[in-house]
């Protein structure tokens, strides 16, 4: 029985990855001098130019599925492959377009990427399970139907984590997704084929989705922009996920771009518009517009991880550069990250992941999930003897806390816990007010580490926040137990916050890993501010520490922009002041990749 089945799975692998290849060999061979053009320009500007006649969408196509090609051989970051499909929905929009000198909606022409979860009818949705393999969906996501009917042409779809509950991006089927400006990092996950693939301009305008940072972690690491939406901004109607029906912390789906304006696009396109379940929040985008002068909170580290030197920089000069502007920016210590990280912990593991894990059938489990799934499966007098000990022997009373509350609970402890996120989330509003920051416009750090690397490589960097943060803290596919998201998954902490609050959150790329800058202060002790010794030392000490500023050299580093809920359109609105604050020269958008 386990011959057939293991042999099954390795048929399984090699049917998908060969119709993979076979199918972007449908590009031609990516030529700088004809594709170039049309890579350099954002999903706006592409509709802009093929609205003025000076392009064709079969012209952006091409050029994009070139791209798509060399992307993928640089990071393997695409699962299924729609060239065929897509040239001849080109070929439509123009006989269209010269027909009747119209567009058909605001996305017409734009390449675009869906992240491997969204049902497309034909291609199968994996999630990288090789039990999941050649079972084609028989009909569209919502979103992709949105998508289409805007005019958009959808390319490919891109690689996820095992479970999709990890920030690198490695699973059986597909293998490990790269971070494109480092092959030994990681992407970041869970969205990090759709991030490894717009840096390197192989799409135009994706989507992800996001339940404790898998949007705005790949999104740092990779260098791109994007936006988690409050949920219920955007329709779920024809996800696939490992946990159906789980909504204690809710899943934001959103856009992940080149620039702040692609991001916009995207929302003014579906914002407001009703799936078949009447899910959506019936209210389209609305337009803001700011005052000149703005208000903006912002802090280093949280009360659970001191963050890298690259991540406060990150959001220093994301403030230096506020205030240049004549913005004020004022500093506070968000108190409540440890007890939304425990709120958590102990609403994921109520039922000990089992429904999650049963998804992974016979596959062999990535290490990314092995901190995060260790709690529930051990015998109780072995958990609280691991929390003890962590809280007596190293003082560590955040890896007490999380430890202790990671196992599975009954219904009325689930209850208790969510009350404690409705509590968490009344307190962040009250807090945030009190520092003189009442319009909750942040900066924040993405993570306490930049990026981290797979089994020969790893790298992670932890951000602060503002009314912007800056989130990355992970790593490429397959890294030892001993580094990144196998022993580390708390870090996420920085972006996980604001799952819990369920508030719209922006990432905006600021700068990258420099060895000269970065370096951790030789004073350095680990819990010191009373933060967690353990994570700490294996982040920063060590012969092999995860933050290493020379090997993570060159690496993205972003901040995360945090708003109140509903005020999605405001978030973004905040990003484009972020954006055009930093110098516009700092390497990011179409055309900055080029190979390493």
Request: net charge neutral; charged share 20%; hydrophobic share 35%.
């Amino acid at each position: 029985m386990g011959n057939s089945v293991s042999a099954q799975r390795q048929a399984n692998i090699s049917s998908k990855r060969s119709a993979r290849d076979e199918a972007l060999a449908l590009a031609a061979p990516y030529d700088a001098s004809i594709h170039d053009p049309f890579l350099h320009a954002t999903a706006t500007e592409i509709v802009e130019h093929i609205a003025a006649g000076k392009w064709t969408a079969s012209q952006v196509l091409d050029a994009y599925m070139t791209r798509a090609v060399v992307s993928q051989s640089n990071t393997n970051c695409i699962t299924e492959v729609l060239f065929e499909d897509a040239k001849k929905q080109a070929k439509e929009l123009d006989e269209e377009f010269t027909r009747t000198g119209k567009l058909r909606g605001p996305l017409h022409g734009v390449p675009m990427s869906f992240k491997d979860q969204y049902e497309i009818a034909g291609y199968d949705a994996t999630l990288g399970f090789t039990h999941w393999a050649h079972k084609p969906s028989t009909k569209d996501a919502f979103l992709v139907t949105q998508c289409r009917k805007a005019g958009a042409i959808i390319i490919v779809k891109t690689n996820v984590p095992q479970t999709m509950f990890a920030f690198e991006c490695s699973n059986v089927l597909w293998g490990r997704t790269t971070n494109p400006w480092d092959d030994k990092y990681t992407c970041g996950g869970s969205s990090g084929g759709e991030a490894a693939l717009l840096a390197m301009d192989g799409s135009a305008l994706g989507i992800g989705s996001d339940i404790g940072g898998s949007l705005r972690i790949p999104t740092s690491y990779c260098g791109i922009y994007s936006l988690k939406p409050s949920s219920d901004r955007v329709s779920n109607d024809g996800t696939m996920g490992c946990n159906p029906g789980y909504e204690a912390i809710r899943i934001s789906y959103g856009p992940m771009g080149r620039s702040v304006r692609d991001c916009e696009l995207f929302c003014r396109t579906v914002f407001g518009d009703q799936d078949g379940a009447h899910q959506i929040v019936p209210v389209p985008f609305r337009p803001v517009e700011l005052p000149s002068k703005l208000k903006f909170g912002y802090y280093f580290s949280d009360t659970m991880l001191q963050s890298s030197p690259a991540n406060v920089r990150a959001v220093q000069e994301t403030i230096n550069a506020l205030r240049s502007r004549g913005h004020e920016c004022v500093e506070f210590l968000p108190s409540l990250s440890s007890e939304a990280m425990t709120t958590f912990v102990g609403l994921t593991t109520a039922d000990g992941y089992r429904r999650m894990l049963s998804t992974v059938e016979s596959d062999p489990k990535e290490p990314s999930l092995f901190l995060s799934t260790l709690g529930p499966k051990l015998p109780g007098f072995v958990r609280h003897f691991v929390a003890w000990a962590a809280g007596t022997f190293f003082g560590d009373k955040l890896f007490h806390d999380l430890f202790l509350h990671s196992r599975s609970k009954s219904v009325s402890e689930f209850i208790e816990f969510t009350d404690r996120r409705n509590k968490v989330i009344k307190a962040w509003y009250k807090e945030a007010s009190m520092d003189g920051v009442s319009s909750v416009y942040l900066v924040d750090p993405l993570q306490t580490v930049t990026a981290h690397n797979p089994p020969r490589v790893r790298i992670v960097t932890h951000s602060s926040s503002l009314v912007c943060g800056s989130n990355a803290r992970d790593s490429p596919a397959r890294f030892p137990l001993s580094s990144g998201c196998a022993t580390l998954s708390p870090l996420a902490a920085c972006t996980i916050l604001y799952n819990v609050i369920d508030s719209p959150v922006g990432v905006v790329p600021v700068t990258r890993v420099d060895p000269k800058q970065d370096t951790l202060p030789a004073d350095f002790v680990p819990g010191a501010t009373g933060t967690s010794t353990i994570l700490e030392k294996q982040m920063y000490l060590g012969p092999t520490p995860v933050y290493d500023p020379v090997a993570m050299a060159g690496i993205p580093v972003g901040v995360q922009i945090v708003g109140k809920k509903w005020e999605d359109e405001k978030v973004l609105e905040m990003m484009k002041v972020v954006d055009e604050a930093l110098e516009t020269t700092r390497g990011f958008g179409p055309g900055c990749w080029k190979a390493q």
